[in-house]
């Protein structure tokens, strides 16, 4: 029983955990505060809940008892003013009365707080890597433990880091805020980034035995839905919206039983998610209503292309060739150039796309990129080109740190191999 109650409780804390840590945030205007208060919450339920039972409200008691103890430490340390007066007052008179005054304003800023958290936890000054694992933690509830598990990391590694952003944050005097108009647009490009790359890690792991990790993708989703009703008016929210519902749709007919990967064209379109297919349609049909034309929405736009297809013979190609030639002008990336080489061959012929492939092959930024040669591989065997096919499958299988991509890639070698001497 106890340890029932326990999962319970842990449950309810991942779900409270982000409002709960933005309300604090706000009140402290310390995010390492606060989510030490939060877990000091977590402690006092795992001691009091057993015996009280779950509370009817469960996200006012923790978010009541965690400013108690906030209180208390001002108090230690002789800090007060009288604003802190005023809520200890309000928070000393009794459990259950601060429960009450909780409830009532508990949710008045309450997504601005998630909001103002989401811009902190990815704001420019941390790196990358510290943005995803704070994210994750703060926002997407997840333990140190998980974390280190979803990136194959070392749980010290991912402590450390998510340590060092903390300290990072109050080090640079970050403040807890929703930025100015003029930042806005970067500030949030920057919370888009990690979102999608925590979702992209889950769609295509970069390391370790799985071809995908669907728990990351869930969370990604989660907070990209969040974001979405907290900035309804930015289109490019709905297009990552939109992009990673539609993605999501294919998560389990991307691998066969055995966990081996599974392209997209052979895939078996009715077992796709018709239900995350639908929502991302409707994503992106409120980005494109709201005027969008960036990265997020046109990449979506080439998602909905193959989502509408109920075959693989019904894609238009020649469409998704034209999106991703506008959004090549837009990012100026290889790796999109690289998108659109497939879509080319798709739409005119292997050759065409080799044209495209070949002139990427001194970009620097693509040096040790696995998929250049593996797709480099796949137009050369469409081409009849087999020995060549196979040297470069080989080279793609050296580069990938995926177990289940480098079996892949070394059977499609095989393959080739077997074809030139026939």
């Known amino acids: 029983m106890t340890t029932e109650i326990h999962r319970t409780i842990e ?12 309300g604090l945030a706000r009140m402290l205007r310390d995010v390492g505060a ?17 015996q009280s039972g779950v509370p009817q409200n469960p996200g006012a008691w923790l978010m009541a008892s965690a400013k108690h103890r906030g209180i208390d430490q001002l108090r230690r340390r002789k800090m007060l003013d009288r604003k802190h007066e005023q809520l200890a007052y309000e928070i ?71 340590v060092r952003a903390k300290k990072t944050l109050a080090d640079k005097q970050v403040p807890f805020e929703i930025p100015a108009e003029a930042q806005r647009a970067e500030r949030l490009a ?15 792991a970069t390391a370790g ?32 919206v939109a992009l990673m519902e539609i993605q999501a749709s294919r998560l389990k007919t991307r691998t066969n039983a055995a966990g081996e990967p599974i392209l997209l064209l052979d895939q078996n379109r009715a077992l796709w998610d018709h239900l995350l297919i639908r929502r991302g349609l409707v994503a ?20 909905a292309c193959h989502a509408r297809a109920l075959t693989a013979d019904a894609t238009d190609w020649i469409r998704i060739a034209t999106l991703y030639a506008q959004l090549s002008v837009l990012l100026q990336s290889p790796v999109v150039e690289l998108n659109r080489a497939v879509a080319m061959t798709m739409a005119f012929g292997p050759q065409a796309g080799l044209d495209i492939v070949d002139a990427l092959m001194e970009e620097p930024s693509l040096r040790g990129y696995h998929l250049l040669p593996s797709v480099r591989g796949d137009l050369l065997e469409k081409l009849g080109r087999f020995d060549e096919a196979r040297t470069e499958f080989e080279k793609a299988a050296t580069l990938t740190n995926n177990a289940r991509e ?14 030139s001497a026939t």
């Open 34 to 50: 606060a989510e030490e208060l939060a877990q000091d919450a977590l402690i006092a339920a795992m001691e009091q809940w057993p």
């Open 190 to 204: 920057s919370v888009l980034e990690v979102i999608y790359l925590i979702f992209n890690e889950g769609y295509s």
């Open 209 to 240: 035995d799985d071809w995908t990790r669907p728990a990351l993708c869930e969370d990604a989703l989660r907070l990209g839905r969040v974001l979405a009703g907290l900035v309804p008016d930015e289109p490019e929210v709905h297009g990552l």
């Open 406 to 419: 480098q079996q892949f890639l070394l059977g499609r070698a095989s393959a080739c191999a077997e074809r």
């Open 11 to 22: 449950a309810v804390f991942r779900i409270e955990s982000p409002r709960l840590i933005a």
């Open 284 to 303: 992106l049909a409120q980005a494109e209503k709201l005027g969008g034309q960036g990265s997020y929405v046109l990449q979506a736009a080439i998602a």
């Open 92 to 162: 000393d008179t009794d459990q259950e009365d601060a429960v009450a005054a909780v409830e009532d304003s508990l949710d008045d800023d309450i997504g601005d707080d998630l909001l103002r958290l989401m811009f902190t936890a990815c704001h420019p000054v941390l790196s990358t890597e510290a943005r995803v694992a704070l994210t994750l933690r703060l926002l997407g509830g997840l333990t140190t433990a998980e974390i280190a598990r979803a990136f194959l990391s070392p749980e010290t590694t991912i402590a450390q880091r998510i």
